[in-house]
């Protein structure tokens, strides 16, 4: 896998990620609800991909699920960082990509 395919898997995961963390914030007073957790797994030719959607076991407490806000809050905030290092990594290729072009002209 080439790096613009390998930043557009991280790209796809952290968008994952972050559409399960709204989701668990959107259902956080849900009778019943359990958090989900996103599964990332690396591969094997570079960049990562979703394996899946967990189920967080943690018992709900008092509460009516088991989300945690802080938690969430945190876990959005290392999407975030994941999805703009990624944005970086297109944006350094493109550069580079122009900058072949260039010295080619």
Request: charged share 20%.
């Amino acid at each position: 896998m080439d790096v613009v395919g390998i930043a557009l898997s991280g790209l796809r995961a952290s968008g994952a990620g972050l559409a399960v963390q709204a989701n668990n914030v959107a259902n956080q007073l849900s009778d019943g609800y359990k958090a989900k957790r996103v599964d990332l797994v690396a591969e094997a030719s570079g960049g990562v991909r979703v394996s899946g959607v967990s189920a967080d076991p943690s018992p709900a407490g008092p509460a009516p699920s088991n989300v945690d806000l802080a938690t969430e809050a945190v876990q959005g905030m290392g999407f975030e960082v994941m999805y703009k290092a990624n944005l970086k990594v297109l944006k350094t290729a493109d550069e580079l990509a122009q900058a072949t072009l260039d010295l080619k002209a």
